[in-house]
């Protein structure tokens, strides 16, 4: 049906940047909101950001001004660009999309979620 790949994830020293990407791929239709989470050991998974079709943005207040997400429709893949990065911002990195697809005659919605990438930040 539908595949949502990351990359981008790494090591990085504190203060420096990534850009995570995120591709969604198969039989779609059209992709409504695009998002981004993460996971650190012993931590719940929290929202990260989340980009709507038409280009709205949110963010969690511990990432605003640094994190930027953004997407190409086109490409049916989101972005998140990190900047100023922070110990505390190790985690695995999850994209989630919510997907219409096709399935026969139907048009079906589902929630996908990538497998993650890992981002480390050394202090």
């Known amino acids: 049906q539908v595949q949502l790949v990351e990359s981008g994830g790494g090591l990085v020293q504190a203060g420096g940047s990534l850009r995570l990407s995120c591709a969604a791929s198969?039989?779609?239709?059209?992709?409504?909101?695009m998002a981004w989470y993460r996971q650190s050991p012993g931590k719940q998974r929290e929202l990260v950001a989340a980009i709507t079709s038409g280009g709205s943005t949110n963010y969690v207040d511990s990432v605003k001004g640094r994190f930027t997400i953004s997407r190409d429709n086109a490409k049916n893949t989101v972005y998140l660009q990190m900047n100023s990065l922070k110990p505390e911002d190790t985690a695995v990195y999850y994209c989630n999309a919510g997907v219409t697809y096709y399935s026969g005659s139907l048009l079906p919605f589902m929630i996908y979620w990538g497998k993650g990438t890992l981002v480390t930040v050394s202090s």
């Open positions: 198969g039989s779609i239709f059209s992709i409504n909101a």
